[in-house]
């Protein structure tokens, strides 16, 4: 049966980046999507949507925007119980709180209940889509899909690869790694909406042999994602420079053991060297922007115009749990902000679009999620722009489409959440029972 939907509605014609905002985006007073089974197929102005799909169910919003979901390329769903953790810079954080949590997923009980909260917190602030880093243990990765797949939500992830600088409850070899991980593959990739991400978490924690490893997988795999870290903070890149003394610089390393192109994915990418800038351009790697980590983490802050420029794929990324909020408006404001500090104030639809379509291309998913589109599957929040007081004024007096989404990226919170839907059906309601 084809659902309709009616309400006011945002989506996107082209990336605002290289069109410009005003092109870029699609709004509608007055707009539609239809919807049979897990897909769009009708987008537009509501007369025109109803008009080609007689007999089809109507439901009105009640003025609520109609908006894609957001897809989040650059997360840690095992550091869903430390986010707000005081005090430390990337590897003191690591060792002081990211480890000794991790270890507890050897426990697939626990690994399944952290899943199951990390997709209520992730759902109730609208993100449809997640790329996820699990542990070093098959049980974490286990039950982040299993608990995917029991919401019908189109996911990535890996189980991640570590060798070496971790504790030995941590550290697997390259050899268990490679063979961990194919298991993975094979059991997950593919499946129902599930993506496999290959995962060697950072240089500092691989060997050589397990970079080798890792390549070699992606290699037999290329339609597989790789997910890593790069050049975040200055200590860690000081370190990586110790540990491979004879590479022109971090990305180098990665270029080394063909980690690098089309399909790779680099979180934060801060502090980079010309070489490093250019070498992400010509090898068609992306970046996942990482705001709310980078300050909570006093990392940096991410170049995310210049390298869009240089024609670097960028998505946005909570980086839960360095990063300090599950929300994407809070992310969105914070690469605001960021933007400012840099003197390039990105625009509301230039960070709606990094926040979801964005996304969906640093994940190479561009043609299933990510916007409001015929053919891609029915992802989509519905936002309550009266959600509190305030973000009703300001919605009340907008004179633009624009200062619609930014007030919502200012003033929103998970209150502002009124639906979510992934793949043709409801899986969170505001208020509703979990």
């Known amino acids: 049966m084809t659902r309709i939907l009616r309400g006011p509605l945002l989506r996107f014609r082209a990336d605002p980046f290289t069109s410009g905002a005003e092109a870029a985006l699609g709004w509608h007073e007055d707009g539609a999507v239809a919807v049979a089974g897990e897909r769009i197929i009708t987008v537009g102005d509501a007369p025109d949507v109803i008009s080609a799909h007689p007999g089809a169910e109507v439901a009105s919003t009640g003025g609520r925007l109609i908006a894609p ?8 769903y095992p550091q869903t119980r430390i986010v707000a953790s005081w005090g430390a810079q990337l590897l003191d954080w690591l060792n002081t709180y990211t480890f000794p949590e991790e270890a507890r997923f050897a426990d697939a009980e626990y690994a399944a209940e952290v899943a199951r909260e990390f997709f209520d917190l992730t759902l109730a602030n609208g993100i449809t889509t997640t790329c996820s880093y699990c542990t070093t243990h098959p049980t974490s990765s286990d039950a982040y899909f299993t608990e995917a797949q029991a ?53 500092p924690t691989s060997t050589p042999a ?6 070699a997988l992606w290699a037999e795999h290329p339609d597989c994602p790789m997910q890593t870290h790069l050049s975040e903070n200055p200590s ?23 980690l690098t192109g089309p399909g790779s994915i680099f979180g934060h990418a801060i502090h980079l060297t010309p070489r490093e800038r250019a070498a992400l351009a010509e090898t068609g790697a992306a970046v996942a922007h990482c705001p709310t980590s980078n300050q ?19 998505g946005l990324a909570t980086d839960v749990g360095g990063g300090s909020s599950f929300s994407m408006f809070d992310t969105m404001k914070a690469a605001y902000e960021t933007g400012q ?54 919605t009340a007096r907008a004179q633009t489409a624009a200062e619609i989404m930014f007030a919502l990226i200012v003033l929103a919170d998970e209150r502002a959440v009124s639906e979510v839907w992934s793949g043709g059906r409801m899986v969170h309601a505001r208020g509703a029972v979990r």
């Not at 979901?69 to 997360?75: A, E, Q, W």
């Not at 909570?296 to 960028?314: N, R, Y």
Request: charged share 25%; net charge neutral.
């Open 69 to 76: 979901g957001f897809v989040d390329c650059h997360l840690h």
């Open 151 to 203: 919401r019908r939500l189109r996911v990535a992830g890996g189980r991640t690869m570590m060798d070496r600088n971790a504790p030995p409850d941590l550290c697997d070899t390259a050899q268990r790694a490679y063979d961990e991980s194919k298991a993975l593959i094979a059991r997950w990739h593919g499946r129902a909406r599930a993506t496999y991400a290959i995962t060697p978490r950072f240089v």
């Open 210 to 215: 397990q970079l080798e490893a890792a390549g």
């Open 236 to 258: 860690e890149i000081g370190l990586v420079k110790q540990l491979f003394p004879d590479e022109p610089d971090y990305f180098g390393v990665y270029q080394r053991f063909g």
């Open 296 to 314: 909570f983490l006093g990392s940096g802050e991410c170049d995310v115009a210049g390298l869009k420029a240089s024609g670097v794929p960028i």
């Open 341 to 394: 500090r840099r003197g390039v104030a990105l625009s509301p639809v230039h960070l709606w679009w990094l926040a979801t379509e964005g996304s969906a291309r640093v994940l190479r998913i561009e043609q299933e999620v990510g916007n409001l589109e015929a053919g891609r599957e029915a992802d989509l929040v519905l936002i309550d722009l009266a959600a509190t007081p305030i973000l009703a004024a300001r």
